[in-house]
């Protein structure tokens, strides 16, 4: 760890730095550390856990740029970070360092819930809400989820799977009213917003993980996509100059094949 910190220290250096490094900011760094964050999932979802190694490395050197940053500013430094999340693990685990009993894991989750809001009301400069610890820059379909799971803990949820189908439907059903008529684009993003926003729901109520779920629908999507083309080079032609017919035709080939060999 010492030495991946004086890594970075060397990077910034003003004079003997890298010149691409020494130029970075906050605001800068942000975009390529959710890249990081993403890859590491994806490694996880694929499981290859030698890759895996690799991209945590890349995202803890996203923490280390953060803190090198903060320390030439006068803010903090990498052991302030480490201190911090210390003092709050051990602050919100008093079942595990303290005198606390706690027998589950639904217990441990409402305690949890607990130490975060009266944190926040410890640091809110604004009437608080359940909403508070959701951040804004959290990718839309992930923020979707955490939303609702927010209003839901305090009862403000559908009762039933039910319920929730029936709101994809309504939802739906005023998209294709925009559609029927002559819709403003506005009109047609707000109601395409809110038929996504109850997709989400609906995943949320089924226990499906949404963001998973579409990102396993884009890699079939993908390797369907790839076979169709593939085909099309055994017949010497591109998707370009296929025609929509033909790629249908094809497509359904790759589904049924996929079918019979279970990766549909």
């Given at each position: 760890?010492?030495?991946?910190?004086?890594?970075?220290?060397?990077?910034?250096?003003?004079?003997?730095?890298?010149?691409?490094?020494?130029?970075?900011?906050?605001?800068?760094?942000?975009?390529?550390?959710?890249?990081?964050?993403?890859?590491?999932?994806?490694?996880?979802?694929?499981?290859?856990?030698?890759?895996?190694?690799?991209?945590?490395?890349?995202?803890?050197?996203?923490?280390?740029?953060?803190?090198?940053?903060?320390?030439?500013?006068?803010?903090?430094?990498?052991?302030?970070?480490?201190?911090?999340?210390?003092?709050?693990?051990?602050?919100?685990?008093?079942?595990?360092?303290?005198?606390?009993?706690?027998?589950?894991?639904?217990?441990?989750?409402?305690?949890?819930?607990?130490?975060?809001?009266?944190?926040?009301?410890?640091?809110?400069?604004?009437?608080?809400?359940?909403?508070?610890?959701?951040?804004?820059?959290?990718?839309?379909?992930?923020?979707?989820?955490?939303?609702?799971?927010?209003?839901?803990?305090?009862?403000?949820?559908?009762?039933?799977?039910?319920?929730?189908?029936?709101?994809?439907?309504?939802?739906?059903?005023?998209?294709?009213?925009?559609?029927?008529?002559?819709?403003?684009?506005?009109?047609?993003?707000?109601?395409?917003?809110?038929?996504?926003?109850?997709?989400?729901?609906?995943?949320?109520?089924?226990?499906?993980?949404?963001?998973?779920?579409?990102?396993?629908?884009?890699?079939?999507?993908?390797?369907?996509?790839?076979?169709?083309?593939?085909?099309?080079?055994?017949?010497?032609?591109?998707?370009?100059e296929a025609s929509l017919q033909e790629m249908d035709a094809l497509w359904d080939e790759v589904k049924r094949e996929g079918e019979e060999t279970g990766d549909a």
């Amino acid at each position: 760890m010492d030495q991946l910190l004086e890594i970075m220290e060397r990077l910034r250096d003003p004079e003997a730095g890298c010149p691409w490094d020494r130029e970075q900011t906050f605001r800068s760094i942000a975009p390529y550390t959710i890249e990081e964050a993403y890859e590491v999932a994806d490694s996880i979802e694929r499981g290859e856990l030698e890759e895996l190694r690799e991209e945590l490395g890349d995202l803890l050197f996203q923490v280390v740029f953060y803190a090198q940053m903060a320390k030439e500013q006068g803010h903090f430094d990498f052991q302030g970070i480490v201190a911090a999340i210390s003092e709050k693990m051990l602050r919100r685990h008093p079942h595990v360092f303290g005198d606390e009993k706690i027998a589950t894991a639904t217990e441990q989750s409402a305690a949890w819930e607990s130490h975060k809001s009266a944190e926040r009301r410890a640091k809110a400069d604004r009437s608080p809400s359940q909403l508070d610890a959701v951040a804004r820059a959290l990718p839309a379909l992930v923020r979707a989820e955490k939303l609702q799971k927010r209003a839901s803990r305090v009862g403000f949820d559908w009762p039933s799977t039910e319920g929730v189908l029936a709101k994809v439907r309504e939802e739906l059903g005023e998209l294709e009213h925009e559609l029927r008529g002559v819709a403003a684009p506005g009109r047609l993003r707000e109601e395409m917003g809110d038929l996504l926003f109850s997709c989400v729901n609906l995943a949320r109520h089924l226990e499906v993980d949404a963001e998973s779920a579409l990102r396993e629908s884009n890699g079939k999507f993908e390797r369907r996509f790839r076979s169709v083309e593939r085909l099309l080079m055994e017949k010497d032609k591109t998707a370009v100059e296929a025609s929509l017919q033909e790629m249908d035709a094809l497509w359904d080939e790759v589904k049924r094949e996929g079918e019979e060999t279970g990766d549909a």
